[in-house]
Every structure is written in structure tokens, then in C-alpha cells.
């Protein structure tokens, strides 16, 4: 059975870092491609951010670049985003998301884990 | 950056009945578009991805179509457990960009 559970998330204050994990389980890690997909209270899904299977390459937000970053581990099957800088309006769930690739590019996203709250706030 | 815009932003349906949601975007995405269930308090579920193509699992009376910029889900028979947001997406570009989603209520 595929399982994401994401942990990391909490109440920061602006101006502060917070880093997120996902754990995986049930498919081989390193063959999938991931993201992260987050959702402030109340609104929609926005993407903010892209891993290849091997980690070599990543695609980011125009909203989180410079002060997320996305790894992996593929030995712990795990799955990381570094926040950094963190604003207002940054608050929001957090999803990992296994997203489907076929032959190098980027499609739908397959399997969506829970999910980690952030607030961000004084 | 394509944006998505879903319609409406709210459908009040009856147990039984069907519902069509539409989602259009500001540029051509090819066949590159899907679309996600969630349920309150719960993470999104894929329900199709390249238009049409129903996720393991989604019952046949989950129906998506379109071409081009406009798209559509077709809900048939609408189940207690049907009753919940929708959101279209698409992957054709970066950045991958969803619409604001379509409520679907008890009447």
C-alpha cells in the first residue's frame, strides 16, 4: 500500500526557517518523481515544487523560489522541503505528492499524502 | 503562466442527480489536463488525468472531456461520498497550475 505521511510543520514567526519531511512507503522511492503542494485556509491547491526520481533536477514556484528548497533521500525514502524566510503567506497545508513522469516529462499527480500545517505568524 | 478557472464555483445537486463542471484555460494544454476529488479534511484524490482516462479505482460514472482550453467533468448519479470539491489541472506547462475549484453541495 502507498502511504506519504508528512511531519515538520508548526507555528513560526515570520522571518524564520521550518524544514518538512515525507515519508514513504509502499513503491520504490527513487523511480518517482515527487512534489510538494500546498493549500492556504479556505483556498485551492497551489504547486510549489518539483523533484526527479534520482534528485538531479527540481522545479520550483515563482512564489517559493530562493527560500524553499526541495530533496530527497532516497535511501530513507524521504522526501524534504527547507523552508526558509518564511512569510504570512506562507501559511498553508502542505502535501507531498507522488507525480507522474513518462518519458522525461511532468503529468498529474498520482497519490497525495495527508498532509502538515504551517502557520506562519507572530 | 496558464491560468485555470473553474465554473461554477458552487453546484447544489440532489442524491441521484448529475453535474457537469467545467474548467477552462487560458491557453491551449493539449490533452494534458486532470482532475482531483477532495472531501472535507482530506488530502486531494486523482480522478483523471489526460482528459478522460479515470484513476485505478474512480467509479464510471466519473466522466472527464474537452480538448484545447475546455474541459469538462461529468458526475452521473451523484453518491453521498460524491459530494465535495473538485479541482482541474494542468501539467502541459510549467509552472503546473489548478483552477479555484467547483463546490459541489446537497441541495
Known amino acids: 500500500e502507498v502511504r506519504l505521511l508528512e511531519s515538520g510543520g508548526g507555528l513560526v514567526q515570520p522571518g524564520w526557517s521550518l524544514r518538512l519531511s515525507c515519508a514513504a512507503s509502499g513503491f520504490t522511492f527513487s523511480s518517482h518523481a515527487m512534489s510538494w503542494v500546498r493549500q492556504a485556509p479556505g483556498k485551492g491547491l497551489e504547486w510549489i515544487s518539483t523533484?526527479?526520481?534520482?534528485?538531479?533536477?527540481?522545479f520550483d514556484a515563482d512564489s517559493v523560489k530562493g527560500r524553499f528548497t526541495m530533496s530527497r533521500d532516497n535511501s530513507k525514502y524521504t522526501l524534504y522541503l527547507q523552508m526558509n524566510s518564511l512569510r504570512a503567506e506562507d501559511t498553508a497545508v502542505y502535501y507531498c505528492a507522488i507525480i507522474n513522469t513518462r518519458r522525461g516529462y511532468y503529468y498529474q499527480f498520482d497519490f497525495w499524502g495527508q498532509g502538515t500545517l504551517v502557520t506562519v505568524s507572530s | 503562466e496558464i491560468v485555470m478557472t473553474q465554473s461554477p464555483a458552487t453546484v447544489s445537486m440532489s442524491p441521484g442527480e448529475g453535474a457537469i463542471l467545467s474548467c477552462r484555460a487560458s491557453?491551449?494544454?493539449?490533452?494534458?489536463l486532470a482532475w482531483y476529488q477532495q472531501r472535507p479534511g482530506q488530502a486531494p484524490r486523482l480522478l483523471i488525468y489526460?482528459?478522460?482516462i479515470r484513476a485505478t479505482g474512480i467509479p464510471a460514472r466519473f466522466s472527464g472531456g474537452g480538448s484545447g482550453t475546455d474541459f469538462t467533468l461529468a458526475i452521473s448519479n451523484l453518491q453521498s461520498e460524491d459530494f465535495a470539491l473538485y479541482y482541474c489541472q494542468q501539467y502541459d506547462r510549467w509552472p503546473l497550475t489548478f483552477g479555484g475549484g467547483t463546490n459541489v453541495e446537497i441541495k
Open positions: 491557453q491551449s494544454v493539449s490533452s494534458n
Open positions: 489526460d482528459i478522460s
Open positions: 523533484i526527479s526520481g534520482g534528485g538531479d533536477k527540481t
